[in-house]
């Protein structure tokens, strides 16, 4: 069963998997058939979601709020986490030129109420500020989490994709603690574990949310390079070692050995998928398999 934990010192809460719905628009599922695995992933006790405001070219969070309407009551054993500040070249916003990120307390406020009004909620749990944005000003971004927080329409905020000093740039403005970075985290790109990404958010406590844990699919292509091959038959070897089913299991295993403690954000609307990360939850893995796959990526040993 997935448990509960503490992503930051002063919380929230959150399911140590949580279920991502970057692609919900293109699993083709009657409203029914959402409902169903909604109530499936949390059965085995994944609570939390992760959407954002340009899921599904900005309808992801209205076909997710479709479903809470048909049972309101689930929104209570929910934890929604949604993102913003991306602008995508859409039929929706002909007047856009170019996509780019707008960090600007007038855009953030307006996406808020929007993926309130969509979802049919009336708070967000954390909210995320989803690419950094060159033109982020700090203080404008502080003052209206601030205001959000106090008006209840949202619990907590973090960040996505950030490098440590634009963490630290606005957690320096911050009242309240961040209380994430999600970040793209698999066997085939882990710059952030050596960036110091992942070491800012163990010497904060603050756990990171790990996006894109099985490389979009590339793990498991008919076609290899060099590369990848080396990385398949380590994940293969070591599986075989821990008694995982498949790699995919090594995968979530090898993300969670991390120190940082990492919550892995699941891509698939397969439930039995979804039940495949779950079982992973009880595999161990020792540090020297742990290196035994870093080593098979990075194509030579440790110094």
């Known amino acids: 069963m997935v448990e509960q934990v503490t992503m930051a010192p002063n919380g929230p809460e959150l399911s140590e998997l949580v279920q991502g719905y970057w692609r919900y628009t293109d699993w083709n599922m009657s409203t029914q058939e959402r409902l169903a695995f909604l109530q499936q992933h949390m059965e085995l006790g994944i609570t939390t979601v ?32 949604t993102k913003c500040d991306i602008q995508l070249l859409t039929d929706k916003q002909p007047q856009r030129k170019i996509k780019h990120y707008d960090t600007s307390a007038t855009h953030i406020q307006q996406s808020v109420e929007n993926s309130l009004r969509l979802l049919g ?51 320096s403005r911050l009242d309240l603690p961040l209380v994430t970075n999600q970040v793209e985290i698999n066997p085939l790109n882990f710059d952030v574990a050596h960036d110091g990404t992942l070491d800012q958010l163990q010497q904060a406590r603050v756990r990171p949310m790990a996006w894109s844990c099985l490389a979009q699919g590339e793990l498991f292509a008919n076609s290899y390079d060099a590369r990848t091959r080396r990385v398949v038959n380590a994940l293969t070897s070591v599986g075989e070692e821990i008694g995982a089913d498949n790699i995919s299991q090594v995968i979530y295993a ?47 040993e440790v110094p």
Do not use: C
């Open 50 to 81: 992760d959407h954002a405001d340009v899921y599904g070219l900005y309808e992801a969070e209205q076909m997710f709020g479709e479903v809470l309407s048909i049972k309101p009551a689930l929104r209570e054993q929910l934890q929604i986490v």
């Open 121 to 171: 909620v009336d708070k967000l749990d954390v909210l995320l500020i989803h690419r950094p944005d060159v033109l982020m000003d700090a203080d404008e971004v502080a003052d209206v989490f601030h205001h959000l927080h106090q008006s209840g329409k949202v619990g907590a905020f973090g960040v996505s994709n950030f490098e440590p000093s634009q963490f630290s740039l606005l957690q």
């Open 254 to 300: 090898w993300i969670r050995r991390l120190p940082s403690k990492p919550l892995p954000v699941l891509g698939s609307g397969k439930i039995e998928r979804v039940k495949n990360a779950v079982d992973s939850l009880s595999l161990e893995m020792t540090r020297e398999q742990w290196y035994e796959i870093w080593t098979a990526s990075m194509g030579q």
